[in-house]
């Protein structure tokens, strides 16, 4: 990029974007248990794939901190080839601190790291 132009706007957002979410917590399940998740659908998830062009890691995950009610934790979103959306798993501790079970309608907020 030449001195003093700017980013392409789906860049610059993605350095400071805050995603908010509202949407069922799901299920998976697994031979030990299930994993607790919401599913980010691919009309927001632009801002994530400028970002993880930018910062590359694996599987094309992206580093996020999420804020459920009053609880952040940081954790990984991962790219969905099924949807064109991402994963965000929620952690069981962020479960028990706000009392939110599978099927319940929540909003949370992304912001990118």
Same mark, same amino acid.
């Given at each position: 990029?030449?001195?003093?132009?700017?980013?392409?706007?789906?860049?610059?957002?993605?350095?400071? +974007?805050?995603?908010?979410? /509202?949407?069922?917590?799901?299920?998976?399940?697994?031979?030990?248990?299930?994993?607790?998740?919401?599913?980010?659908?691919?009309?927001?998830? +632009?801002?994530?794939?400028?970002?993880?062009?930018? =910062? #590359?890691?694996?599987? +094309? $995950?992206? #580093?996020?901190?999420?804020?459920?009610?009053?609880?952040?934790? #940081?954790? $990984?979103?991962?790219?969905?080839?099924? /949807?064109? +959306?991402?994963?965000?798993? =929620?952690? =069981?501790?962020?479960? #028990?601190?706000?009392?939110?079970?599978?099927?319940?309608?929540?909003?949370?907020?992304?912001?990118?790291?």
């Amino acid at each position: 990029m030449q001195r003093g132009r700017q980013a392409p706007s789906a860049i610059r957002l993605a350095k400071e +974007g805050v995603i908010t979410l /509202t949407g069922p917590l799901k299920t998976w399940p697994l031979a030990d248990g299930v994993v607790h998740f919401m599913s980010v659908p691919a009309e927001l998830a +632009g801002e994530i794939k400028a970002h993880s062009m930018l =910062v #590359r890691r694996g599987f +094309g $995950s992206v #580093r996020v901190e999420v804020t459920l009610d009053d609880v952040t934790w #940081r954790t $990984s979103v991962f790219p969905s080839k099924d /949807t064109g +959306g991402y994963f965000l798993p =929620v952690k =069981v501790d962020v479960l #028990r601190k706000t009392g939110v079970a599978a099927g319940d309608q929540v909003t949370v907020e992304l912001e990118l790291l």
